[in-house]
């Protein structure tokens, strides 16, 4: 290769080079949720770093007017153009301490010892409107009944969050006192299926509770008592902010004329409502996180921990929230702890607003020390009684005691599969008690042989003489 070409060779790998650092250097962006808030909303600040393993951010600045409140940060994992981008995401809460227009100048942080600006802003801040009660709202209408009865729907929330559940459930209320039989009709299933795909919303994923008993309830409206019969109930989770809008559902039951004493149809009908959708507010992890109300349960197997030896750790989520959703992302190996992937197990009862989502993790302890875990156990959700994002996060800490150990081979759990994987199967073992056995059965076979010829070659040699 002459100098010119080894010149062009050497400017090419250059600028193959630059490109590939050009397409690794680290993104920081500075973010607010948004510009316009209730008083008894929560200002956002978020930094995002991305392509960097580090996440050093300065403290964030007093804001007037506001109360710095939580700081919280969360760890993403993306693929973009087949490559897997890690994200860090440090975000400040501020807390409005009045109504009123806040223009926020430009502030620095340092990010990773790298100093970066943010943008002037103006955040103005509303008192919020009075609103209905959000307890459970009852479609009732006695003044519709017929023959002592009418049907009703019932929403436990007037207005929910995107991904927040809100539970309908559909009931035939029939007065204590009536002189009328009435009964359910003999297709009563194939109206409560027309039903249900007449209520759910293509903006919404639904969860079904299953019943099986019609059994009525007592209960007093404008004092008259009524038995209540529940015959479908959902729960229902918002896909996007537009309004979910129920109509109005017909249900047949049968009476018995008292003239002909023959059964006849009776046609009950409900009321429509509609739930009003709120977005979430802006954040990095919007279309990420789950929105509800969660608390954390933690458990761990010993408070005796060596070196070497696993033990079992419990992050359980409790609560209310389309569960389904509900992920954590496993804790990354480090020099300190390994991490096996978790078994996990739903424990959702039948028509109970609480449930539970519970990750067991299998952990080898790999050096001596005191330890957080909440370095490595938390799980970012949208709080819908907060109105803003939340952390659960452990907040158990852990002494390790032993000798420090290089790696996973050296774990001594009594688990009999444990380091099977790191077996060297290329290795061929000699069993020397199994060749002793193996050469003295063929020593015993060539005795034999020999006896038998020294046998034969006597007789032969008897004879001939």
């Given at each position: 290769?002459?100098?010119?070409?080894?010149?062009?060779?050497?400017?090419?790998?250059?600028?193959?080079?630059?490109?590939?650092?050009?397409?690794?250097?680290?993104e920081?962006?500075?973010?607010?949720?948004?510009?316009?808030?209730?008083?008894?909303?929560?200002?956002?600040?978020?930094?995002?770093?991305?392509?960097?393993?580090?996440?050093?951010?300065?403290?964030?600045?007093?804001?007037?007017?506001?109360?710095?409140?939580a700081?919280q940060i969360?760890?993403?994992?993306?693929?973009?153009?087949?490559?897997?981008?890690?994200?860090?995401?440090?975000?400040?809460?501020?807390?409005?301490?009045?109504?009123?227009?806040?223009?926020?100048?430009?502030?620095?942080?340092?990010?990773?010892?790298?100093?970066?600006s943010?943008?002037?802003?103006?955040?103005?801040?509303?008192?919020?409107?009075e609103?209905?009660d959000?307890?459970?709202?009852?479609?009732?209408?006695?003044?519709?009944a017929?023959?002592?009865?009418?049907?009703?729907?019932?929403?436990?929330?007037?207005?929910?969050?995107?991904?927040?559940?809100?539970?309908?459930?559909?009931a035939?209320y029939?007065?204590?006192?009536r002189?009328?039989?009435?009964?359910?009709?003999d297709?009563?299933?194939?109206?409560?299926e027309?039903?249900?795909?007449?209520?759910?919303?293509p903006?919404?994923?639904?969860?079904?509770?299953?019943?099986?008993?019609?059994?009525g309830?007592?209960?007093?409206?404008?004092g008259?008592?009524?038995?209540?019969y529940?015959?479908?109930?959902?729960?229902?989770?918002?896909?996007n902010?537009?309004?979910?809008?129920?109509?109005a559902?017909?249900?047949?039951?049968?009476?018995?004329?008292?003239?002909?004493?023959?059964?006849?149809p009776?046609?009950?009908?409900?009321?429509?409502?509609?739930?009003?959708?709120?977005?979430?507010?802006?954040?990095?992890?919007?279309?990420?996180?789950?929105a509800g109300?969660f608390?954390?349960?933690?458990?761990?197997?010993?408070?005796?921990?060596?070196?070497?030896?696993?033990?079992?750790?419990?992050?359980?989520?409790?609560?209310?929230?389309?569960?389904?959703?509900?992920n954590?992302?496993?804790?990354?190996?480090?020099?300190?702890?390994d991490?096996?992937?978790?078994?996990?197990?739903?424990?959702?009862?039948?028509g109970?607003?609480?449930?539970?989502?519970?990750?067991?993790?299998?952990?080898?302890p790999?050096?001596s020390?005191?330890?957080?875990?909440?370095?490595?156990?938390?799980?970012?959700f949208?709080?819908?009684?907060?109105?803003?994002?939340?952390?659960?996060?452990?907040?158990?800490?852990?002494?390790?005691?032993?000798?420090t150990?290089?790696?996973?081979?050296?774990?001594?759990?009594?688990?009999i599969f444990?380091?099977i994987?790191?077996?060297?199967?290329?290795i061929?073992?000699?069993?020397?008690?199994?060749?002793?056995?193996?050469?003295?059965?063929?020593?015993?076979?060539?005795?034999?042989?020999g006896?038998?010829?020294?046998?034969?070659?006597?007789?032969?040699?008897?004879s001939?003489?």
């Amino acid at each position: 290769m002459n100098r010119a070409n080894l010149h062009i060779f050497f400017t090419f790998l250059t600028f193959l080079v630059s490109i590939f650092a050009y397409g690794q250097d680290e993104e920081v962006k500075i973010e607010f949720s948004k510009k316009n808030i209730l008083l008894e909303e929560n200002l956002t600040i978020s930094v995002s770093i991305k392509n960097s393993d580090k996440w050093v951010v300065s403290p964030f600045p007093s804001i007037q007017g506001f109360t710095k409140g939580a700081k919280q940060i969360a760890h993403l994992k993306n693929t973009l153009g087949g490559q897997k981008v890690l994200t860090h995401i440090i975000s400040q809460t501020y807390t409005p301490t009045k109504e009123g227009a806040f223009k926020i100048i430009p502030f620095e942080l340092s990010v990773n010892g790298k100093l970066y600006s943010s943008e002037a802003t103006s955040i103005t801040v509303t008192a919020p409107k009075e609103e209905e009660d959000n307890s459970i709202i009852e479609t009732i209408s006695p003044e519709n009944a017929k023959n002592d009865a009418f049907l009703a729907m019932n929403v436990d929330k007037r207005q929910v969050y995107v991904g927040e559940g809100f539970r309908v459930f559909l009931a035939l209320y029939l007065a204590e006192n009536r002189t009328s039989e009435i009964a359910f009709s003999d297709n009563l299933n194939t109206q409560v299926e027309a039903i249900s795909k007449k209520i759910k919303s293509p903006d919404c994923l639904e969860e079904r509770v299953n019943i099986t008993n019609l059994n009525g309830v007592s209960t007093s409206i404008n004092g008259k008592k009524y038995l209540v019969y529940k015959f479908f109930e959902a729960l229902y989770f918002p896909l996007n902010n537009k309004p979910i809008n129920i109509p109005a559902v017909n249900f047949e039951m049968t009476q018995v004329n008292k003239k002909t004493s023959q059964k006849e149809p009776v046609i009950f009908t409900d009321k429509p409502f509609t739930v009003k959708v709120l977005d979430l507010p802006e954040h990095p992890l919007k279309d990420k996180v789950t929105a509800g109300n969660f608390s954390l349960v933690e458990q761990l197997e010993t408070r005796k921990i060596n070196t070497g030896k696993s033990f079992n750790y419990i992050f359980k989520i409790v609560g209310d929230g389309n569960f389904s959703t509900i992920n954590i992302a496993p804790p990354t190996d480090d020099s300190f702890f390994d991490f096996y992937p978790p078994n996990i197990r739903d424990n959702h009862s039948n028509g109970q607003p609480s449930k539970e989502k519970e990750f067991r993790y299998r952990i080898i302890p790999k050096d001596s020390g005191r330890y957080q875990l909440e370095k490595y156990f938390y799980w970012v959700f949208f709080n819908t009684r907060k109105g803003q994002y939340d952390t659960l996060k452990s907040g158990i800490s852990i002494k390790v005691l032993g000798k420090t150990i290089a790696d996973k081979s050296a774990d001594t759990s009594e688990d009999i599969f444990a380091g099977i994987d790191k077996l060297d199967t290329s290795i061929i073992e000699t069993n020397y008690q199994e060749v002793i056995k193996n050469i003295s059965n063929l020593i015993i076979i060539c005795m034999l042989m020999g006896g038998l010829y020294l046998f034969n070659w006597g007789k032969r040699n008897k004879s001939e003489s």
